[in-house]
């Protein structure tokens, strides 16, 4: 039994508009999608009670903020006997600077994503935290220099 949802055009159409601003009133989602209030705030109700939404989100503007510098690091761990893939998980995750950590397939273990304020802190970050941690084998380190942010396949 599959768990996919089947969604019709204008659950595409509602889902697309949510991922630009999810605080779009009821009414003003249906205006765009040429449906009444009740009917908006019905479909989403239910996108959202089948698991569709999942929550919101809410972005910072990190350069604002002073961090300049995001990398993207792949981590090959050394020592998978000794360490497990938990321990390290929850090692890196409590480094204030990594903002996300993605368990992948392919030549690393992990991929992380490092915000920094330049690239003398990352290489502090590095350093002292990230290299330290049990386990943490081959680092490969990629700098971002921009980012289109893509809706995905809806």
Same mark, same amino acid.
């Given at each position: 039994?599959?768990?996919?949802?089947?969604?019709?055009?204008?659950?595409?159409?509602?889902?697309?508009?949510?991922?630009?601003?999810?605080?779009?009133?009821?009414?003003?989602?249906?205006?765009?999608?040429?449906?009444?209030?009740?009917?908006?705030?019905?479909?989403?109700?239910?996108?959202?009670?089948?698991?569709?939404?999942?929550? !919101?989100?809410?972005?910072?503007?990190?350069?604002?903020?002073?961090?300049?510098?995001?990398?993207?690091?792949?981590?090959?761990?050394?020592?998978?006997?000794?360490?497990?893939?938990?321990?390290?998980?929850?090692?890196?995750?409590?480094?204030?600077?990594?903002?996300?950590?993605?368990?992948?397939?392919?030549?690393?273990?992990?991929?992380?994503?490092?915000?920094?304020?330049?690239?003398?802190?990352?290489? !502090?970050?590095?350093? !002292?935290?990230?290299?330290?941690?049990?386990?943490?084998?081959?680092?490969?380190?990629?700098?971002?220099?921009?980012?289109?942010?893509?809706?995905?396949?809806?």
């Amino acid at each position: 039994m599959s768990d996919r949802i089947v969604l019709d055009d204008t659950d595409r159409a509602i889902l697309r508009l949510l991922m630009e601003d999810a605080d779009l009133s009821a009414s003003a989602l249906g205006k765009k999608v040429g449906l009444s209030q009740p009917a908006a705030w019905r479909r989403a109700q239910r996108l959202q009670e089948q698991g569709v939404l999942t929550g !919101r989100r809410l972005d910072l503007d990190l350069a604002k903020l002073g961090f300049g510098v995001t990398v993207f690091l792949g981590v090959k761990l050394g020592t998978k006997g000794r360490v497990s893939l938990a321990d390290f998980e929850r090692a890196v995750s409590a480094i204030p600077e990594v903002q996300t950590v993605e368990h992948v397939l392919g030549l690393y273990d992990y991929r992380l994503r490092v915000a920094a304020r330049d690239i003398a802190d990352f290489e !502090r970050v590095l350093r !002292r935290r990230i290299m330290t941690l049990p386990g943490v084998g081959n680092v490969d380190a990629n700098v971002l220099l921009s980012e289109e942010r893509l809706a995905g396949p809806i």
